[in-house]
């Protein structure tokens, strides 16, 4: 059965780190990118991350070399390792499977909430 269920998050001080995680079923992981995006209140939902079934990676500007996203085939589950957290990082973050044919279609997680305070 489909779920995309989130992880990990909490309330952090500045400069902390926080691994959230992605566990998933029913999706047909293996032949997916996959994908975090964030959004906090008053702002559009931004993309945070994306990792292809492939394992090649992306960032958004404000995040590269202080997160890194990764997967595992095997147990169907991807992470999003967060470092050197700042305030700004402060939102919602949602697990995103994206649309790749009329069969496999979109899903989202329900979102975890990352707080950073200063």
């Known amino acids: 059965q489909v779920q995309l269920v989130e992880s990990g998050g909490g309330l952090v001080q500045a400069g902390d780190s926080l691994r959230l995680s992605c566990a998933t079923s029913?999706?047909?992981?293996?032949?997916?990118?996959m994908a975090w995006y964030r959004q906090a209140p008053g702002k559009q939902r931004e993309l945070v991350a994306r990792?292809?079934?492939?394992?090649?990676?992306n960032y958004a500007d404000s995040v590269k070399d202080r997160f890194t996203i990764s997967r595992d085939n095997v147990k169907e589950t991807v992470w999003l390792q967060m470092n050197s957290l700042k305030p700004e990082d402060t939102a919602v973050y949602y697990c995103?499977?994206?649309?790749?044919?009329?069969?496999?279609?979109?899903?989202w997680g329900q979102g975890t909430q990352v707080t950073v305070s200063s």
């Open positions: 990792i292809s079934s492939g394992s090649n990676t």
């Open positions: 995103n499977a994206p649309r790749i044919s009329s069969v496999v279609t979109e899903y």
């Open positions: 029913g999706i047909m992981f293996t032949i997916r990118p």
